[in-house]
């Protein structure tokens, strides 16, 4: 009995969908997780979509956060509370579980950073944790407020650093993720965002010595804008 409680504008052509329903732990979601989607209006109901949620389920509520890339995107924002809501999964692997240490690197470019959003809270009150989220604009930073709360009340375990600028202001290589996070080398790494960005991460966490296995990415393209 999942249906859309209310939709909230974050950001220039960015909005969240607020979902609201029963005994949604049944379905076993954790932040990280996507789901398809398809809700009870016209052009929304025939197709699934693949939305990541933006933040940890509760028992009655779920929230996707969605960018404008297009027609179906866009049509999202006018989307009326009481809209019945379909909901396939959950899917993929990007989840808290996959980490064995005891310090972890959480990276979101742009929107990515609506899982990353999702699986801050899912982490074990001892893990130590970097959120990186970079943006070309400040108005981009979404979720801002939140990660600035969730930052103040982990007592120091979390730090958030906010890199708004080019790609040549901040460059995402190894040298400098280091001189940023110290213990970036003996960590898991988890990244959310545009190809490119994702690459450089990657390259990033190579040239540190990290193995693969403690790498985890998500498909921005696929399911998170």
Same mark, same amino acid.
């Given at each position: 009995?999942?249906?859309?409680?209310? &939709?909230?504008?974050?950001?220039?052509?960015?909005?969240?969908?607020?979902?609201?329903?029963?005994?949604?732990?049944?379905?076993?979601?954790?932040?990280? /997780?996507?789901?398809?989607?398809?809700?009870?209006?016209?052009?929304? +109901?025939?197709?699934? /979509?693949? !939305?990541? +949620?933006?933040?940890?389920?509760?028992? %009655? *509520?779920?929230?996707?956060?969605?960018?404008?890339?297009?027609? /179906?995107?866009?049509?999202?924002?006018?989307?009326?509370?009481?809209?019945?809501?379909?909901? $396939?999964?959950?899917?993929?692997?990007?989840?808290?579980?996959?980490?064995?240490?005891?310090? &972890?690197?959480?990276?979101?470019?742009?929107?990515?950073?609506?899982?990353?959003?999702?699986?801050?809270? @899912?982490?074990?009150?001892?893990?130590?944790?970097?959120?990186?989220?970079?943006?070309?604009?400040? $108005?981009?930073?979404?979720?801002?407020?939140?990660?600035? !709360? +969730?930052?103040?009340?982990?007592?120091?375990?979390?730090?958030?650093? !906010? *890199?708004?600028?080019?790609?040549?202001?901040?460059?995402?290589?190894?040298?400098? *993720?280091?001189?940023?996070?110290?213990?970036?080398?003996?960590?898991?790494? !988890?990244?959310?965002?545009?190809?490119?960005?994702?690459?450089?991460?990657?390259?990033?966490?190579?040239?540190?010595?990290?193995?693969?296995?403690?790498?985890?990415? @998500?498909?921005?393209?696929? %399911?998170?804008?």
């Amino acid at each position: 009995n999942l249906k859309v409680s209310r &939709v909230v504008v974050e950001g220039p052509g960015v909005i969240s969908i607020i979902m609201r329903g029963r005994k949604l732990h049944k379905l076993a979601a954790e932040g990280g /997780h996507f789901f398809g989607w398809r809700f009870l209006a016209r052009n929304h +109901l025939m197709i699934s /979509h693949p !939305y990541s +949620l933006s933040a940890t389920p509760t028992e %009655h *509520l779920m929230r996707i956060t969605v960018k404008d890339l297009g027609d /179906h995107s866009r049509s999202l924002a006018f989307l009326k509370p009481g809209t019945r809501v379909f909901v $396939e999964g959950p899917y993929g692997a990007f989840t808290a579980g996959r980490s064995s240490r005891r310090h &972890v690197v959480l990276v979101g470019g742009g929107v990515g950073i609506t899982p990353i959003r999702a699986i801050m809270e @899912e982490f074990r009150q001892e893990v130590q944790m970097d959120v990186v989220f970079r943006a070309s604009r400040e $108005e981009d930073l979404v979720f801002r407020q939140e990660l600035d !709360y +969730l930052a103040a009340q982990s007592e120091g375990a979390m730090r958030i650093h !906010y *890199l708004v600028g080019s790609r040549e202001q901040y460059p995402m290589d190894a040298a400098s *993720l280091m001189k940023m996070i110290p213990l970036f080398a003996d960590s898991d790494i !988890y990244i959310c965002g545009p190809a490119p960005l994702v690459e450089s991460v990657r390259k990033a966490a190579q040239d540190a010595g990290i193995p693969k296995n403690r790498f985890h990415d @998500e498909a921005f393209a696929f %399911h998170s804008a």
